[in-house]
């Protein structure tokens, strides 16, 4: 029969714990430091991580000024890791003006029953409370939202806090009851399992964290490797895969596909007289401008310094194509720059009539392309399209 655990013992597991957790999360810190919210959340980790080795400390000493320090760092650093979840998620942190009210009202209360009056049992209840009402609102922020390809580790994640929080407020609750009747509820009793629940959301927090962020920053370098980086459009190679997939879809139904090719104008002139910085920006606003005139299934890529490319699915002639790269050139001049008119040449090819693949109809858009760009024609009609 093994011994019952003592208050000691339990401590003894949450200071490994604590170890544990904060060098897996120091650790880990060299590799998604680029996730958005990451450094907060290590650095609530680490303070709440203090938090309790001072507070095993003074439980021993029962020194009040360590116990202060103790519940200062995990209040603290609760904060810092439910800001973190907001700024991960993308969501706004709490105003400076809530929070602040919120954590002088925690101190008002913490502090009229240690100054005031000392109970132990109800500052225990204050900041269990406090604390679950900031672990609940993380929950909330893991759940919010979320697209489909991060729920598993979002959701199971919101999932511990869920538990933290369902924890923490029965243990302020009953922390308040007990010191409200006294000898009804032993410090032990509560503290033995409550800190036992501590330990082990205190690792699956801290895991599940951390196999979100790796999980985003997966999907941030799979977002480089097959979008552009300034106009958050597809770049070449994600549109040839795309080519693919359209050539194959377009020879089972006998379909046709179309395809525009687009050049900016003198684009290197706004480079040169209004700076790089305008340059980024009037190509941000032109594929910005393109999207909105595309449907949704049109895929839309950035494939050049100035050039952009637009795959149609599904197109009934080539008349309807050239229509669609009038309105592209008119969304384009609704683009410029102040000072700086865009215009841009364009060149228009079907599949499969001008070519044997899609591949083919590429190369004879972007020459009828440049044969407009030479002749000094924006707005190409379809006669001037490869044939």
Not at 16 to 22: A, E
Not at 271 to 296: C, F, I, S, W, Y
Request: glycine share 10%; with cysteine.
């Amino acid at each position: 029969m093994m011994p019952p655990l003592d208050l000691f013992t339990v401590r003894a597991m949450t200071l490994i714990t604590i170890l544990i957790s904060c060098m897996a999360t120091l650790f880990a810190w060299r590799i998604n430091r680029a996730v958005q919210g990451m450094g907060w959340f290590v650095a609530g980790i680490v303070s709440m991580g203090l938090g309790g080795c001072v507070g095993i400390v003074a439980s021993e000493t029962d020194s009040y000024i360590l116990m202060i320090v103790s519940s200062g760092l995990r209040f603290g650093g609760m904060i810092l890791v439910v800001q973190s979840i907001r700024l991960f998620r993308g969501f706004r942190t709490w105003p400076r003006a809530v929070m602040a009210l919120y954590v002088a009202a925690t101190c008002v209360l913490f502090g009229r029953w240690l100054f005031g009056e000392d109970n132990l049992a109800m500052r225990t209840g204050v900041l269990s409370l406090a604390m679950a009402l900031l672990t609940a609102d993380g929950a909330a922020s893991m759940f919010r939202e979320v697209p489909r390809r991060e729920r598993l580790t979002n959701w199971s994640t919101g999932l511990v806090f869920c538990f933290t929080a369902l924890f923490l407020a029965i243990r302020g609750v009953v922390q308040i009851l007990g010191a409200g009747r006294p000898g009804t509820v032993s410090h032990s009793a509560v503290e033995i399992p409550a800190t036992i629940c501590i330990n082990i959301a205190f690792i699956a927090a801290v895991f599940g964290m951390l196999l979100a962020s790796n999980a985003r920053l997966r999907q941030a370098a799979e977002m480089s490797a097959l979008f552009d980086s300034l106009t958050n459009l597809p770049n070449r190679r994600f549109f040839e895969d795309r080519l693919q997939q359209a050539e194959q879809r377009a020879g089972e139904k006998g379909s046709r596909l179309g395809v525009i090719y687009v050049d900016l104008d003198d684009f290197k002139q706004v480079n040169d007289t209004l700076g790089h910085h305008a340059g980024d920006e009037l190509l941000r606003k032109v594929g910005a401008a393109m999207a909105q005139v595309l449907r949704p299934g049109d895929c839309l890529a950035r494939v050049g310094g100035d050039e952009f490319v637009v795959l149609v699915e599904d197109i009934e002639s080539r008349a309807q194509l050239a229509m669609l790269a009038e309105r592209l050139g008119r969304a384009i001049g609704s683009a410029s720059e102040p000072g700086a008119v865009t215009r841009a040449s364009y060149g228009v090819a079907l599949f499969p009539e001008d070519g044997i693949s899609l591949k083919d109809v590429m190369r004879g858009a972007d020459t009828a392309m440049y044969l407009a760009k030479r002749e000094g024609r924006q707005n190409l009609p379809a006669a001037l399209t490869t044939n």
